[in-house]
């Protein structure tokens, strides 16, 4: 069952980061209904990639983000022409692909489809697939059974044009040796500013000047459209929050469910293994053996010796350090003969030796955590939120369909839907589109709704648009300022600033080159510069104070003519001068370093081919990108 997903690791792995990720949005015709209907951002071989695609994988990626950095997401980060072409690009490479395996008629069959769908760690209780689970999990993040398979078979069917591509690279060991001989090796630099300040009193800025750089950068000057509005909110935490759960309910979904409450018996145990390899002669195993029963015959002798046996004699890299310890586990995380005897023993018993495919292994059980029924009530407070969020979900619908009606119907005002709903209707100060955006999760459609100048005119409710997974807003404005650009008086001595500024920048940078030109005849008095305290830089490692490109600069020079000196421009405006005075070679990798940097190396390599391989099928194919549906409206 789990060689499919043991084959194909990087399409579970995708799966499995969408499974956390809210789908409603998208809904099942999404993956049937990729039809030729609406405007479309690009065409692959004739076939449209529409608008409405491409708002759905913005969304999922807005998603993506909010989910990763949590408060600090800022949905104007997708914002860029950049970002949206990228997000283009995706769609495109992936409808290539999607054609490669149309040609080649590459298939998943309905059993490989559920084999791998089972071996899926969140569909499974007790190592097992779990029908009622899958349902369940699926459930809660708004996707039906349908929609979730025609997506896994989907990634399946272009696995076999990746997988050889992405994963079948492999490094050369030299080459990867070079690799971590450059990316490991040290330099020390000392760095001297020359500060733009200083230069700043032999500047003069004219009121002309100032006059000039606001004609002409006026758009800079300007303060932005901002509006008060009224929005509301209709979500399924809004409808829970009304939702009453009978306490016989709460009772009846415990007992229903009493193993969700269990926790299994947890064991800790410590060991000392010798090794056994799979092909190891007769005589190879014996001594093996008579290895294991001598340690155990000096651990059972002294048992507070155990961790200083395990550090000198297990050859169980992973655990030898720490005295042998392999922290608790349940069953089924260990192999059955270790499990089995590990188990059977008692808190403080010294059992061995052990026969696993692994070698021998002397156990010393340290702990035992005896399995735990939680109470009714310890988790009745959990029961019942869950039973809230179920009845809100099934209530969500019908609201939401009501929620849309009213602020279409009674277009001039939110408080009929927020009273038959029993919703609040929020009132903001002045916003910018930015900030109405961030109101909004994100939601770009809204803002533009709310700024349309049919909306500032008529000041009425905007249409109810979905901003998440199972979240509907409406807003309408109640005050709106246009953009306007400041007076020049309010900003002059802004403009006076930075023109003074940038001027000291330059006379600093024309110094600093003058005097990295003195360096490089070997003038280091002449100079005269006071570097500070040497710093340990890495090529790819940031470091404080020192830009990427000055980094890259310190490693491009020669290590076998120090010191040298190399300068860049700083990101306040002053000029750096670095003095490289020493190179530090990396140390000789081990194995296991050499096989960790090879499978990088090898992914780098393989994701390079994946993109020439995609330039490939670009070339060949017919592929249009429509740059204008690109524009944020």
Same mark, same amino acid.
């Given at each position: 069952m789990y060689d499919l997903l043991h084959k194909h690791k990087h399409v579970a792995q995708g799966i499995l980061a969408l499974i956390t990720l809210p789908f409603a949005f998208f809904g099942v015709d999404f993956y049937f209904n990729r039809g030729d209907g609406g405007t479309s951002v690009a065409t692959v071989d004739g076939h449209?990639?529409?608008q409405q695609e491409f708002d759905d994988t913005l969304r999922e990626q807005q998603q993506r983000m909010r989910q990763a950095l949590g408060a600090n997401f800022d949905a104007s980060m997708l914002d860029s022409p950049e970002v949206r072409y990228a997000l283009v690009e995706q769609l495109v490479n992936q409808r290539l692909l999607e054609n490669r395996a149309r040609a080649g008629r590459f298939r &998943?069959?309905?059993?490989?489809?559920? $084999? %791998? =769908?089972?071996?899926?760690?969140?569909?499974?209780?007790?190592?097992?697939?779990?029908? @009622?689970?899958?349902? $369940? &999990?699926?459930?809660?993040?708004?996707m039906s059974p349908l929609a979730f398979e025609q997506r896994v078979r989907g990634e399946l069917v272009l696995a076999p044009l990746q997988d050889p591509i992405v994963n079948g690279s492999i490094a050369a060991q030299t080459a990867v040796a070079h690799y971590l001989a450059l990316s490991e090796q040290k330099r020390e630099v000392a760095v001297a500013t020359i500060a733009a300040e200083p230069f700043e009193k032999n500047v003069k800025v004219s009121d002309a000047d100032v006059k000039a750089f606001y004609e002409k950068n006026t758009a800079a000057f300007q303060t932005p459209e901002v509006a008060k509005i009224e929005y509301l909110l209709l979500?399924?935490?809004?409808?829970?929050?009304?939702?009453?759960?009978?306490?016989?309910?709460? +009772?009846?979904?415990?007992?229903?469910?009493?193993?969700?409450?269990?926790?299994? @018996?947890?064991?800790?145990?410590?060991?000392?293994?010798?090794? &056994?390899? /799979?092909?190891?002669?007769?005589a190879e195993k014996a001594a093996a053996k008579k290895?294991?029963?001598?340690?155990l015959a000096k651990a059972r002798a002294k048992p507070d010796s155990f961790a200083e046996l395990a550090k000198a004699n297990s050859q169980d890299t992973g655990s030898a350090a720490q005295g042998g310890d392999l922290g608790s586990f349940a069953r089924g995380a260990m192999v059955k003969p270790f499990e089995d005897a590990v188990f059977a023993a008692k808190a403080g018993d010294i059992v061995g030796p052990v026969q696993t495919d692994f070698g021998y292994h002397v156990i010393k059980v340290t702990g035992i955590t005896p399995s735990h029924v939680q109470s009714f009530d310890e988790v009745k407070?959990?029961?019942?939120?869950?039973?809230?969020?179920?009845?809100?979900?099934?209530?969500?619908?019908?609201?939401?369909?009501? %929620? $849309?009606?009213? &602020?279409?119907?009674?277009?001039?005002?939110l408080a009929g839907a927020a009273k038959a709903l029993d919703l609040k209707v929020e009132a903001t100060q002045f916003l910018t589109r930015a900030q109405v955006q961030a109101l909004a999760l994100g939601n770009q459609k809204f803002v533009d709704a709310v700024f349309s100048p049919e909306s500032i005119s008529s000041k009425r409710n905007t249409e109810a648009m979905e901003v998440a997974p199972n979240a509907l807003i409406a807003g309408r404005i109640v005050e709106y300022k246009p953009a306007a650009p400041r007076p020049l008086a309010e900003v002059q001595d802004e403009i006076r600033r930075q023109l003074t500024h940038k001027a000291a920048s330059e006379l600093a940078h024309q110094a600093g080159r003058e005097k990295l030109a003195l360096l490089a005849q070997? +003038?280091?008095?002449?100079?005269?510069?006071? %570097?500070?305290? /040497?710093?340990?830089?890495?090529?790819?490692?940031? $470091?404080?104070? =020192?830009?990427?490109?000055?980094? +890259?600069?310190?490693?491009?020079?020669? /290590?076998?003519?120090?010191?040298?000196?190399?300068?860049?421009?700083?990101?306040?405006?002053?000029?750096?001068?670095? +003095?490289?005075e020493k190179v530090t070679d990396a140390p000789a990798p081990d194995a296991a370093r050499l096989q960790a940097a090879g499978a990088r190396v090898g992914s780098e390599i393989g994701r390079e081919l994946m993109s020439a391989y995609l330039a490939s099928l670009k070339s060949e194919g017919d592929v249009k990108i429509n740059a204008s549906a690109l524009e944020k409206k």
């Open positions: 449209k990639i529409t &998943v069959s309905d059993t490989q489809l559920q $084999q %791998f =769908i089972a071996g899926l760690p969140p569909f499974q209780e007790d190592g097992k697939f779990s029908t @009622e689970r899958y349902r $369940q &999990v699926l459930a809660a993040q708004g979500n399924q935490d809004a409808i829970a929050a009304q939702v009453k759960v009978d306490p016989a309910e709460a +009772k009846q979904a415990y007992e229903a469910n009493a193993k969700q409450y269990t926790t299994n @018996e947890e064991r800790q145990a410590s060991h000392i293994l010798i090794a &056994v390899k /799979p092909d190891a002669s007769d290895k294991a029963e001598d340690l407070g959990r029961i019942e939120a869950d039973l809230r969020r179920q009845k809100a979900a099934q209530k969500f619908a019908s609201a939401a369909d009501q %929620f $849309q009606n009213l &602020v279409y119907e009674q277009a001039d005002s070997g +003038k280091e008095r002449e100079a005269g510069l006071s %570097f500070g305290k /040497p710093v340990t830089v890495l090529r790819n490692q940031p $470091q404080q104070g =020192i830009a990427p490109d000055a980094l +890259k600069t310190i490693f491009e020079e020669d /290590p076998h003519k120090l010191p040298a000196y190399s300068g860049a421009v700083t990101a306040s405006g002053s000029y750096a001068i670095y +003095k490289l």
